[in-house]
């Protein structure tokens, strides 16, 4: 597997005195719009890097009213994009909130296959009453 620049590296021992290193990757979309019904997307995952295994991703909240607010969903499945984070009201009040989701093996961890597309989908926009923006980002690493 070819090394990417500017990952954050950590290495992790597995089983006796074999080491694993993992570069860590995040990938990061801003300013969406949770006052319009649309899929955007985060990232593609790298066609020869082999599978990008998710480990955490964060929604943080950079605006949203005390009205109602925007419900998503995070997938690969077109149509809906929910098959790794089903609908999820962002219920929070005020700015600079976050909620985060993580992912294990034991958990059932979500793999990514290469060149697969992955998109945050707004599916219930927020009611009027002021701005609903937010970033998304993913953590992970590829597996070749």
Do not use: C, W
Request: charged content about 10%; cysteine-free.
């Amino acid at each position: 597997m070819a090394a990417r620049s500017g990952s954050n590296v950590l290495t992790m021992k597995s089983g006796g005195s074999q080491l694993l290193e993992r570069n860590f990757e995040r990938k990061t979309v801003a300013a969406v719009n949770g006052m319009a019904v649309a899929a955007t997307s985060i990232f593609t995952t790298d066609a020869d890097l082999g599978y990008f295994a998710i480990r955490q991703i964060v929604v943080e909240v950079l605006s949203i009213p005390d009205t109602t607010q925007a419900q998503i969903s995070i997938g690969t499945n077109a149509a809906t994009y929910d098959n790794v984070v089903p609908l999820t009201a962002l219920a929070f009040t005020g700015a600079n909130r976050a909620r985060t989701f993580g992912f294990d093996a034991a958990g059932g961890g979500v793999m990514l296959a290469a060149g697969t597309q992955l998109f945050v989908n707004v599916q219930i926009a927020g009611t009027v009453g002021g701005a609903h923006v937010f970033n998304v980002s993913v953590i992970g690493y590829y597996i070749g």
